[in-house]
Nanobody
Framework: QVQLVESGGGVVQTGGSPTLACTFYGTRFAEHGMTWYRQYATSRPMVARIAAAGKPTYAEAVEGRFTPSRDNAKSTTYLRMDTLKPEDSGLYFC?????????WGQGTQVIVSS
């Protein structure tokens, strides 16, 4: 069984640089890619991903501003969000996909104030 717990959201000013964190409670964290998603009204597209080997991938809208990373010793993945814009406001989730099963965190809200 896997549990993901996110933290780090909140109210941030435009241009701010918060870092979200997602701690993985389970086994073999280092073997799994971790993905960040953002919730919209009817969709939840990928924002960024950090592979098990450490290679990052990004959605086009955030490339150059958001950076995923991981600390395998802490079983935690991070999403650093730079140069935030009001349109980045939303509910962000982390995800781990293990053996065709998706595990999700509870979500963390980011509100960018102008």
């Amino acid at each position: 069984q896997v549990q993901l717990v996110e933290s780090g959201g909140g109210v941030v000013q435009t241009g701010g640089s918060p870092t979200l964190a997602c701690t993985f409670y389970g086994t073999r964290f280092a073997e799994h890619g971790m993905t960040w998603y953002r919730q919209y009204a009817t969709s939840r597209p990928m924002v960024a991903r950090i592979a098990a080997a450490g290679k990052p991938t990004y959605a086009e809208a955030v490339e150059g501003r958001f950076t995923p990373s991981r600390d395998n010793a802490k079983s935690t993945t991070y999403l650093r969000m730079d140069t935030l814009k009001p349109e980045d406001s939303g509910l962000y989730f982390c995800n781990a996909r293990l053996k065709d099963t998706d595990y999700w965190g509870q979500g963390t809200q980011v509100i960018v104030s102008s």
